[in-house]
Nanobody
Framework: HVQLVESGGGAVQAGGSLRLSCVAS????????MAWFREVPGKEREGVAE???????TFADSVKGRFTISTDNAKRTLYLQMNSLKPEDTAMYYC????????????WGQGTQVTVS
């Protein structure tokens, strides 16, 4: 079992930056894939950035060139560096992890709110 706790959200002006963190605990040695998703009320949850089983990263087209994803070697902490933020980036951001499946869908954090004005 894996527990995920996100932090780092907040309110920022357009053009600003935020860094989200997701701390994993439990069976972290078995984690294969981690990712960030975001959700806006009334819309489907959107995959933002992914760090897969082989260390490769992928990004949604809407954040390419602005967001970066990284993790420590043990995948105990997942980061999302968000630069040049736009109002349309406003959402609840969730961290997710899986052992084998990518994009991950097994374990989820509670979310951290990002508001860009």
């Amino acid at each position: 079992h894996v527990q995920l706790v996100e932090s780092g959200g907040g309110a920022v002006q357009a053009g600003g930056s935020l860094r989200l963190s997701c701390v994993a605990s439990g069976a972290t040695q078995d984690i294969g894939c981690m990712a960030w998703f975001r959700e806006v009320p009334g819309k489907e949850r959107e995959g933002v950035a992914e760090f897969d089983n082989h260390g490769a990263t992928t990004f949604a087209d809407s954040v390419k060139g602005r967001f970066t994803i990284s993790t420590d070697n043990a995948k105990r902490t997942l980061y999302l560096q968000m630069n040049s933020l736009k109002p349309e980036d406003t959402a609840m951001y969730y961290c997710a992890a899986s052992f084998l499946v990518c994009p991950p869908n097994r374990y989820w954090g509670q979310g951290t709110q990002v508001t860009v004005s």
